[in-house]
């Protein structure tokens, strides 16, 4: 096990399912911090799983890495109160979406390294994805910290910080996505009269079944369509529709404004600090 300690600063609904994700895999209450806003969430966190909320600055000179888990609109203020003051051998990960790794290193002493991650809530049930990339000062030991605690949590990956915005508009948001999915579906069964029980029922678990066999089976997702779409058939009818209607267009324009939403969320936090 791990001589690390954690602590999730801004411990909010991301910050909790990556805390409670590190006491399932094994990491001691004793080596999870967490901090928050306001001393009932602080309360709620200690009853809930044990561990130890305290002070901002108190995690930075007990815990050696460093989770920042506010709203990036959050962050520049956090930085502001406490950044100066991180011990030099401290590694700072941000959570936070659209931040470059750059807008931390101004706001910490020279030297500390910086990794920035965007992870998803599939973290809840051990399932996330979550795409890690090296800031300044950050190395191959940092980032092998990094996958150390977020492998637990699902499946991690590498990639270039120029990449995030766009992994934050497939993977961060996308569960998202899913759920509008099954939401729509659901309703479409009521409306051909299945109850409503019934119908969320049928979505969510042919969601799970598709998703289980999209992995494991390692098949393209084109093969797997065709295999269910029977010549002439009620798929077929249905996949046109969906054509007709834009879908593929529909997502291409949604990654794209939250890729664009990520690169403006930086510029407007790093032209307001
Ligand atoms: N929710 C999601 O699905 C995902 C969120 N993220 C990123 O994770 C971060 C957190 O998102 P959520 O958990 O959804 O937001 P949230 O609002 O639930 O959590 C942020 C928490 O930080 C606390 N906080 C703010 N300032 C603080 C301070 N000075 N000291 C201590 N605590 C402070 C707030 O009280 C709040 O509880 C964001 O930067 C977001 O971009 C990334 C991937 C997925
Ligand atoms: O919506 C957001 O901004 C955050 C980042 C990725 C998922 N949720």
């Not at 001589?3 to 080596?31: D, M, N």
């Not at 920035?116 to 979550?130: F, G, S």
């Not at 969510?204 to 369509?225: F, N, Y």
Request: overall charge neutral; hydrophobic content about 45%.
């Amino acid at each position: 096990m791990t001589k690390h300690s954690v602590a999730v600063i801004g411990a909010g609904k991301l910050g909790e399912l990556v805390l409670a994700g590190l006491l399932r895999s094994g990491w001691t209450p004793q080596q999870v911090l967490a901090t928050t806003r306001r001393p009932e969430r602080a309360a709620e966190l200690a009853e809930r799983h044990g561990i130890r909320p305290v002070l901002n600055l108190t995690a930075v000179t007990q815990a050696d890495v460093l989770l920042i888990a506010v709203k990036p609109q959050d962050a520049g203020k956090l930085l502001d109160d406490f950044g100066m003051k991180v011990p030099p051998d401290r590694l700072v990960v941000s959570l936070c979406a659209g931040l470059p790794t750059s807008f931390f290193a101004e706001r910490l002493p020279g030297g500390i390294p910086v990794v920035r991650v965007m992870t998803n809530t599939p973290a809840l049930v051990d399932q996330a994805m979550t795409a890690i990339s090296p800031g300044p000062y950050a190395t191959d030991e940092h980032l092998a910290i990094v996958e150390e605690v977020f492998q637990p949590l699902g499946r991690t990956v590498r990639v270039p910080e120029s990449q995030q915005d766009a992994v934050t508009a497939v993977s961060g948001s996308g569960p998202a996505y899913f759920y509008l999915l099954v939401e729509a579906m659901a309703d479409a069964g009521v409306l051909l009269g299945l109850p409503r029980n019934v119908a969320h029922e049928l979505a969510v678990q042919t969601a799970v079944g598709s998703a289980i066999m999209l992995r494991d089976s390692g098949e393209h997702p084109v093969k797997l369509r065709e295999s269910v779409t029977s010549p002439g058939g009620t798929t077929a009818a249905a996949l046109r529709e969906l054509e007709n209607h834009g879908l593929r267009a529909a997502f291409l324009s949604a990654l794209e404004a939250a890729r664009d939403r990520a690169r403006q969320i930086a510029t407007e936090m790093t032209t307001k600090n």
